[in-house]
């Protein structure tokens, strides 16, 4: 009979410590806005105007990074530019960008994601991530070429 408790007993036990540890765990943190998010993640990045971005992708040597979805991509983009959507950064940045020490632009459509996700690679540890304010909408307003 001791047995057949210990059976129910246990699987109790460790769930209880599991829930436990999350509800401590969330109530030391905060919860953020959106805009909250954003704005942490610009205080720990570098961004560049889009005038800047245009003189980067004239000079060469950068990857440009669109973090938007695959349909807004194929509406238009920065020319030669890599799309790797925000929700799959983490997964598949190794294989399109291996190299931690590219010099990377990221944009998206105005601005707030292509932010989170330089903030994201940072701390993944590519050394060289800037956003670029304005994102696609900034771009396409200048005037600048698209594919």
């Known amino acids: 009979m001791k047995n057949k408790h210990s059976y129910i007993l246990?699987?109790?036990l460790v769930l209880s410590l599991i829930i436990v540890g999350c509800a401590s765990q969330k109530a030391s943190q905060k919860?953020?806005?959106t805009e909250e998010m954003v704005a942490e993640a610009k205080e720990s990045i570098c961004?560049?105007?889009v005038s800047e971005a245009k003189e980067l992708l004239d000079k060469g040597g950068y990857v440009f990074l669109d973090c938007r979805e695959p349909k807004e991509y194929k509406m238009g983009h920065i020319p030669g530019a890599v799309n790797i959507p925000r929700g799959l950064l983490e997964f598949k940045i190794a294989n399109k960008v291996p190299d931690k020490s590219t010099?990377?632009?990221m944009y998206c459509k105005k601005g707030s994601?292509?932010?989170?996700?330089?903030?994201?690679?940072?701390?993944?540890?590519?050394e060289k991530v800037v956003n670029m304010d304005g994102g696609w909408l900034a771009w396409e307003k200048a005037g600048y070429p698209v594919e």
Not at 115 to 123: D, I, K, N, P, S
Request: aromatic share 4%; with cysteine; net charge positive.
């Open 103 to 105: 010099q990377i632009v």
């Open 47 to 49: 961004e560049v105007t």
């Open 10 to 12: 246990i699987p109790a």
């Open 31 to 33: 919860a953020m806005t």
């Open 113 to 126: 994601r292509g932010c989170l996700a330089a903030c994201t690679l940072c701390r993944m540890g590519y």
